[in-house]
């Protein structure tokens, strides 16, 4: 079956712009997460949805990141006012979420942003 | 502070041998542990897991180690493949602690002909 999507696979934008970008999970995953991930370094968490809801979003760096996912699907993280350090891979994930058991996240290709 | 620790940040190893990536975790409450492997350009692609109650889980060539008294976890690839040249990185999760995966900084193993 289809994995999960992501687009765009790459944004270029200028400091001080808004961003979007959009992630589409496997078909009957209800957990997504969002992560960051910086050159020569690991995926670090964002914000994790369980259905339509935002369950732990500890890991948005400050107030200018905002993710929505209005109809436990497809999820839409935003950037306001892009700074040069924003530049990064973010990467969306989704699983089963199932309780008690091992829950194993599937990654999409990640959208490269470069913030000028 | 880093939870989970790759602290080799490259191996080279021969076609047809084993390679043995490791990983050290700090946090006691980490229960679940993912191996990714990821190519350039792509997001990570899931490998092998463990839960904490194992010590050893194996997947054809693929073996994960866990020994959870010295916060220590390795992934053995045995024969090695040129096509396993890739970043590895292995995630730690604790179940009461949200469903959120901690990264080690990846190993990046090259596989020679």
């Known amino acids: 079956g289809a994995g999960v999507s992501q687009t765009p696979s790459n944004k270029v934008t200028e400091k001080g712009k808004y961003v979007e970008l959009r992630c589409d999970p496997i078909?009957?995953?209800?957990?997504l997460y969002w992560y960051r991930q910086s050159l020569g370094q690991g995926p670090e968490f964002l914000i994790y949805?369980?259905?339509?809801?935002?369950?732990?979003d500890s890991g948005l760096p400050n107030d200018r990141f905002f993710a929505v996912r209005p109809e436990g699907s497809v999820s839409t993280l935003k950037i306001q006012r892009t700074e040069r350090g924003d530049s990064a891979v973010y990467l969306c994930?989704?699983?089963?979420?199932?309780?008690?058991?091992?829950?194993?996240?599937?990654f999409g290709p990640g959208t490269r942003l470069t913030v000028l | 502070d880093q939870q989970v620790k790759q602290n080799s940040p490259s191996l080279s190893v021969q076609e047809g041998r084993i390679s043995i990536l490791n990983c050290d975790y700090t946090n006691s409450m980490f229960d679940y542990f993912l191996w990714y492997k990821k190519y350039p350009a792509e997001g990570p692609t899931f490998l092998i897991s463990?839960?904490?109650?194992?010590d050893k889980n194996e997947d054809g060539r693929f073996t994960v180690f866990l020994n959870k008294s010295a916060k220590h976890l390795s992934l053995h690839i045995v024969p090695s493949q040129p096509g396993d040249s890739a970043v590895y990185f292995c995630?730690?999760?604790?179940?009461?602690?949200?469903?959120?995966?901690?990264f080690g900084g990846g190993t990046r193993l090259m596989v020679k002909p």
């Open positions: 078909s009957g995953h209800t957990a």
């Open positions: 995630a730690a999760r604790a179940s009461n602690a949200g469903n959120m995966l901690t």
């Open positions: 463990i839960s904490s109650i194992k």
């Open positions: 994930a989704s699983s089963l979420r199932r309780e008690g058991a091992g829950d194993t996240q599937y």
């Open positions: 949805f369980q259905g339509t809801g935002a369950a732990d």
